[in-house]
Every structure is written in C-alpha cells, then in structure tokens.
C-alpha cells in the first residue's frame, strides 16, 4: 500500500467515528450541533493592548487529542469565543498550526511565556481531502502558546504583537 493510501486509512481510521457523528442528523446545524466532540475545559482570557482589555471566553486544549481535534469541523465560533493551546514547553518557531477540516477562518496569535503575543497569521480552511496537501501556518518565533479566533478578530480589538494574553491562575 502506498503512503496516500496509508494516510487515507489512518485518517478514516481516527476521524471516521468523529466525522459520522458530526454528519449526522439534518442538514441544518445549529451552533449547539457545533459541539466538539472531545471534553474542553473553558475559561476567560483576558487580552492587554496599551489600556484597553479584551475578554474572551477560550476552549483549552492541552492534552495531544484536543490539541489534534482543534476546532476542526465546527462551522461556527462564537464572536465572543476561542480556543487556547497551551504546552508545558517552549515550542519552535517551526512547529505551525494547519487548517485540515477546519471550515472557519480564523486568526492565530502565537505567545511565549509571558502571555506576549509574539507572532499572528491569518488562517484560511484547508479545501483538500489529504492532510498533505494543507498548508502549514509557522509562527516563526518560539512560543508557549497559540490563541485562535475568528478572522479578523485581533485586528477589531486592537490587539497586535506586543499585546498580552492574561490567563486565570487555573490554567497557568
């Protein structure tokens, strides 16, 4: 079997259940069907730019699998809401986000330790079928953190590199 075909497999294999229970049902979804699939914790966040102070309400994905599963497959995220990774390590500037079966747009802002956003990219859904032929979103800086919101939201809050992401003592 040739390495597409295993990927195919393997991703049939892991997303298949999740996949059918999210198609079924009618056609119309509503945001309760955007539901993920995996348990997140929730939590505010508060983000700093100069003396203004944003709230957000954040999914928290620190395990492997809510990190995988993101916010794939949901077609729709609240005005109000995101979703924080966080990892108990410094990652490299190389290790990027993709958007395979994500179906929203979506900004991501990459933070180091601090909570300083150091880095954001404007995310587009992946429209391919293969995993492969998505592509990849680097921050090109190391960070400790990644929030991901509807497009254009850091832009309409005035949040920017520079700009902090303040998280409850819960979640440091």
């Known amino acids: ?96 986000f993709w958007m395979f079966r994500t179906r929203i747009p979506l900004d991501i802002a990459f933070a180091d330790s601090l909570g300083t956003i150091r880095a954001i990219q404007h995310m587009v859904p992946c429209p391919t079928d293969l995993a492969q032929g998505c592509p990849s979103y680097a921050p090109g800086v190391p960070y400790r953190s990644a929030l991901e919101v509807n497009a254009g939201y850091f832009a309409r809050h005035g949040l920017d590199i520079g700009s902090r992401i303040g998280l409850p003592d819960t979640l440091r």
């Not at 995101?82 to 108990?88: K, N, Q, S, T």
């Open 1 to 96: 079997m040739n390495s597409i075909a295993n990927t195919r497999r393997l991703l049939f294999l892991l997303l298949g259940p999740v996949l059918a229970a999210l198609g079924c049902g009618s056609q119309e979804r509503s945001e309760a069907d955007s539901a993920p699939v995996l348990p997140f914790a929730s939590a505010p966040l508060y983000m700093f730019a100069g003396a203004d102070t944003v709230r957000l309400w954040a999914q928290v994905a620190r395990s492997a699998d809510q990190q995988t599963l993101g916010l794939m497959e949901r077609r729709h995220l609240a005005d109000t809401a995101g979703m924080i990774f966080l990892y108990p390590s410094e990652q490299p500037p190389s290790a990027g």
